[in-house]
């Protein structure tokens, strides 16, 4: 009866997930506003009184698409926070590393434009998106701040490494047959040197200090 009841709970989730994975490959191939809920359906294999049992409507699959993404990057910069580092350098590393590691997924990347062009027009995936965002900027601010170093530039610098790295991950997601390593790994040394101006920027505001 324990095993029962436990495949009982996780089931909606399961079929969640399954429901949400065919939505992204609907919405990469023919974009949101071209995707019917009978087409996530089909993909997904369910009926599609099924599928408006978990969402009511599109609305609510890109939502759930956005807070799975989410997670995701909450959870992967936990793990890069939680590790041992011995200098706030080696802590930007951990989580400039997150980053490369994003930048090189063509399919999340095709899907983030998507998402991007709908949270223009859509309050509630904005909202979500910048709610998410906002929590990853405290995670890594907290964690920053218990190293002792002065957050403003380190700050600074990461957001322009994230800007860098988003460009490169669509450009490779909009270039066909292009080895993205030496891409990757150029933009990899410009991060780095972006961070160890900022991070050089710290200890000089510190000495005028």
Avoid: W
């Avoid at 294999?45 to 408006?52: A, D, H, K, N, R």
């Avoid at 390593?181 to 961070?195: E, K, Y």
Wanted: glycine content about 6%; overall charge neutral.
């Amino acid at each position: 009866m324990i095993e029962t009841r436990s495949k009982r709970v996780e089931a909606p989730e399961v079929r969640r997930s399954q429901i949400l994975e065919a939505a992204k490959a609907c919405f990469r191939e023919s974009g949101f506003a071209a995707t019917k809920m009978s087409d996530i359906a089909h993909r997904a294999g369910v009926s599609v009184g099924l599928l408006y049992r978990y969402f009511e409507c599109k609305g609510d699959v890109i939502l759930g698409i956005v807070d799975q993404d989410m997670t995701r990057q909450i959870d992967d910069l936990k793990a890069a926070l939680d590790a041992p580092v011995d200098a706030p350098a080696d802590l930007v590393e951990a989580v400039i590393r997150t980053f490369e590691q994003r930048a090189i997924d063509r399919e999340r990347t095709s899907l983030m434009l998507e998402i991007t062009a709908e949270s223009m027009r859509n309050p509630k995936v904005r909202a979500l998106a910048a709610e998410g965002q906002q929590t990853l900027r405290k995670l890594f601010y907290a964690r920053l701040v218990a190293t002792g170093v002065s957050v403003d530039e380190v700050m600074v610098g990461l957001q322009v490494i994230a800007a860098l790295l988003t460009g490169v991950s669509i450009q490779l997601c909009q270039t066909e047959g292009v080895d993205p390593a030496p891409v990757m790994a150029l933009a990899g040394r410009t991060s780095r040197q972006i961070m160890a101006s900022s991070l050089a920027g710290n200890r000089s505001s510190d000495t005028q200090g």
